[in-house]
T-cell receptor
Framework: QQPVQSPQAVILREGEDAVINCSSS?????VHWYRQKHGEAPVFLMI?????EQKGHEKISASFNEKKQQSSLYLTASQLSYSGTYFC??????????????FGKGTLLTVNP | NAGVTQTPKFQVLKTGQSMTLQCAQD?????MYWYRQDPGMGLRLIYY???????DKGEVPNGYNVSRLNKREFSLRLESAAPSQTSVYFC????????????????FGNGTRLTVT
């Protein structure tokens, strides 16, 4: 079942912060985050595993709340290079295999000067 | 390293024609995947191969076939193309297989933009 991302789109000025949410109606074992720039391939950012741990990549961090079945991606002091579409991906239920990783519809982030 | 290489980059087909999209990875990954991406729909899994010699259906397999030729190569075939198959197709690979595969990231190729008229 496809995870739900919010917001669908967000526009920022350079230096502003943003939060992108990813929620699921089923139990989550992990959440993947990817960024895709226009006309390019999705690029892996990070994986969040059970346990609520927070991970970071540049000034991008994320949290995973397995009880709430959701993950949030935090972009701090955004840069122009952060522009793109962000996707979360979740594996199917019990067993945790990511063979059938299901992606949300994406959040389009635009950072303006 | 080349990573995941897809060919061709662009293709235009007429309805009913067939073609094969090629994908190869040089990272010695076990698992390989084919996704399609349509506007507003995100990435949808067509087929995947957990390991060499195995393939299985994803969310949207109808109209497609796949072949895991060896550990490096995973091809996607459209036997009789339809306009609904106009899309951008991404091949991906990941290292791990089995129960711990949920913590293995996907590495994507640059995509094939297919138009069926």
């Amino acid at each position: 079942q496809q995870p739900v991302q919010s917001p669908q789109a967000v526009i920022l000025r350079e230096g502003e912060d943003a939060v992108i949410n990813c929620s699921s109606s089923k139990a989550l074992y992990s959440v993947h985050w990817y960024r895709q720039k226009h006309g390019e391939a999705p690029v892996f950012l990070m994986i969040l595993l059970k346990g609520g741990e927070q991970k970071g990549h540049e000034k991008i961090s994320a949290s995973f709340n397995e009880k709430k079945q959701q993950s949030s991606l935090y972009l701090t002091a955004s840069q122009l290079s952060y522009s793109g579409t962000y996707f979360c991906g979740t594996p199917p239920g019990s067993g945790g295999s990511n063979y059938k990783l299901t992606f949300g519809k994406g959040t389009l982030l635009t950072v303006n000067p | 390293n080349a990573g995941v290489t897809q060919t061709p980059k662009f293709q235009v087909l007429k309805t009913g024609q067939s073609m094969t999209l090629q994908c190869a990875q040089d990272m010695n990954h076990n698992s390989m995947y084919w996704y399609r991406q349509d506007p507003g729909m995100g990435l949808r899994l067509i087929y995947y191969s957990a390991s060499e010699g195995t393939t299985d259906k994803g969310e949207v397999p109808n109209g497609y076939n796949v072949s895991r030729l060896n550990k490096r190569e995973f091809s996607l075939r459209l036997e009789s193309a339809a306009p609904s198959q106009t899309s951008v197709y991404f091949c991906a690979s990941s290292q791990r297989t089995g129960p711990s595969s949920y913590n293995s990231p996907l590495h994507f190729g640059n995509g094939t933009r297919l138009t069926v008229t």
